[in-house]
């Protein structure tokens, strides 16, 4: 499955809620992140943190407590700010993630038309999906798309990955399309992970948005960077670019 949300734009930035919620990010019971470096919570271990383009890093790691094969990110932007937390299970099936700055929560519901499966994509070069979550605020949201194999890998940082294509369609219980997603990541089957690439977003309004989150370096336990919460690339840019539909067409 796709990597469900580029770092700083979850479900809760991207999509205008009913209500915000009156949670402050400093209350929640996520990880933390102390003098710059990322602590997983009690019980998991970090596994493997990514410097990625458009100033983000995300730190991936494992719970004891877990299932199996269930992994959980944590993103950080510009001064080590987290800002999107994620958790999938051994098909890369998203369970739930949460947005810090507003403390909105997004769990998958259960009898999905279409569940995601990492080793159909792997097996077959393709695999579509069809499910729900339900928000902490009350908001439903449908998710539909596929992801495609395009043939192509690439080593980065000594990692090999593959290269995919992928469309998402995020919409609300009226049917109405919140955002639309498109482009290419990049995925391990040795990690059973997702990494972003290059993709367009198109919100309910028009916008659209440039993105690029591809990963530039995978550092693990020992070496330097590991738990870094600075970003280390294209901080000084602005990296997300707003278009007028009109133009862009």
């Given at each position: 499955?796709?990597?469900?949300?580029?770092?700083?734009?979850?479900?809760?930035?991207?999509?205008?809620?009913?209500?915000?919620?009156?949670?402050?990010?400093?209350?929640?019971?996520?990880?933390?992140?102390?003098?710059?470096?990322?602590?997983?919570?009690?019980?998991?271990?970090?596994?493997?943190?990514?410097?990625?383009r458009?100033?983000?890093?995300?730190?991936?790691?494992?719970c004891?407590?877990?299932?199996?094969?269930?992994?959980?990110?944590?993103?950080?932007?510009?001064?080590?700010?987290?800002?999107?937390?994620?958790?999938?299970?051994?098909?890369?099936?998203?369970?739930?993630?949460?947005?810090?700055?507003?403390?909105?929560?997004?769990?998958?519901e259960?009898?999905?038309?279409d569940?995601a499966?990492?080793?159909?994509?792997?097996?077959?070069?393709?695999?579509?999906?069809?499910?729900?979550?339900?928000?902490?605020?009350?908001?439903?949201?449908?998710?539909?798309?596929?992801?495609?194999?395009?043939?192509?890998?690439?080593?980065?940082?000594?990692?090999?990955l593959a290269?995919?294509?992928?469309?998402?369609?995020?919409?609300d219980?009226?049917?109405?399309?919140?955002?639309?997603?498109?482009?290419?990541?990049?995925?391990?089957?040795?990690?059973?992970?997702?990494?972003?690439?290059?993709?367009?977003?198109?919100?309910?309004?028009?916008?659209l948005?440039?993105?690029?989150?591809?990963?530039?370096?995978?550092?693990?336990?020992?070496?330097?960077?590991?738990?870094s919460?600075?970003?280390?690339?294209?901080?000084?840019?602005?990296?997300?670019?707003?278009?007028?539909?009109?133009?862009?067409?």
């Open positions: 499955m796709i990597r469900r949300m580029a770092p700083g734009q979850g479900l809760a930035a991207l999509i205008v809620r009913p209500a915000a919620m009156a949670v402050a990010a400093a209350c929640l019971g996520g990880p933390a992140a102390a003098a710059g470096l990322f602590v997983p919570p009690a019980g998991c271990e970090l596994q493997l943190t990514v410097q990625e458009g100033c983000s890093v995300a730190q991936h790691y494992q004891s407590a877990d299932p199996a094969g269930e992994q959980h990110t944590t993103y950080f932007g510009k001064g080590g700010v987290s800002t999107f937390m994620s958790h999938i299970d051994a098909e890369t099936r998203w369970l739930d993630s949460e947005d810090p700055e507003t403390g909105v929560s997004d769990r998958l259960p009898g999905a038309a569940d499966s990492l080793s159909a994509l792997l097996a077959s070069g393709k695999d579509s999906f069809d499910f729900w979550t339900a928000g902490s605020d009350g908001q439903r949201l449908h998710h539909v798309g596929a992801d495609r194999l395009t043939g192509e890998t690439v080593t980065i940082d000594g990692e090999p290269r995919t294509s992928f469309h998402l369609t995020t919409s219980e009226a049917g109405r399309v919140l955002i639309s997603r498109e482009g290419h990541q990049h995925v391990s089957a040795s990690l059973r992970l997702f990494f972003g690439g290059q993709e367009r977003q198109k919100d309910s309004t028009g916008a948005q440039n993105l690029d989150h591809s990963p530039v370096r995978f550092i693990r336990s020992g070496q330097p960077g590991f738990a919460t600075e970003p280390m690339y294209d901080c000084e840019i602005l990296t997300a670019t707003l278009i007028p539909l009109e133009i862009a067409r």
